[in-house]
């Protein structure tokens, strides 16, 4: 299995950027698949972006796509999220998630291992 640890989010105006991290630890992360989700309190956790095992395909939200920038280092064993021109509905809790099998991405049912969160908040 792989434990995760997310961490880079805070309070950002409109407008500004936003690096996330993911650490992962355990059974070699090269191994996995990754993702990004979000969730407000109250709403269904959404999802945000993915990426293959050797970063050569990535599969993002409408939402989110041409602002944000899913990528992974292998040999650090870490997940990315550059989040650019963030605006106050990007504000929510930021997850990053595991599977090593592929399947249906946005689905969260589908990923089995999943960070702790970081809270990300964008202020008009």
């Known amino acids: 299995q792989v434990q995760l640890v997310e961490s880079g989010g805070g309070l950002v105006q409109a407008g500004g950027s936003l690096r996330l991290s993911c650490a992962a630890s355990?059974?070699?992360?090269?191994?996995?698949?990754m993702g990004w989700f979000r969730q407000d309190p109250g709403k269904e956790r959404e999802f945000v972006a993915a990426i293959s095992r050797s970063d050569s395909s990535t599969n993002y939200a409408d939402s989110v796509k041409g602002r944000f920038t899913i990528s992974r280092d292998n040999a650090k064993n870490t997940l990315y999220l550059q989040m650019n021109s963030l605006k106050p509905e990007d504000t929510a809790v930021y997850y990053c998630?595991?599977?090593?099998?592929?399947?249906?991405?946005?689905?969260?049912?589908?990923?089995?291992?999943w960070g702790q969160g970081t809270q990300v908040t964008v202020s008009s």
């Open positions: 355990g059974r070699s992360f090269s191994a996995y698949f």
């Open positions: 998630a595991a599977n090593l099998a592929y399947g249906p991405i946005p689905d969260p049912q589908f990923w089995r291992y």
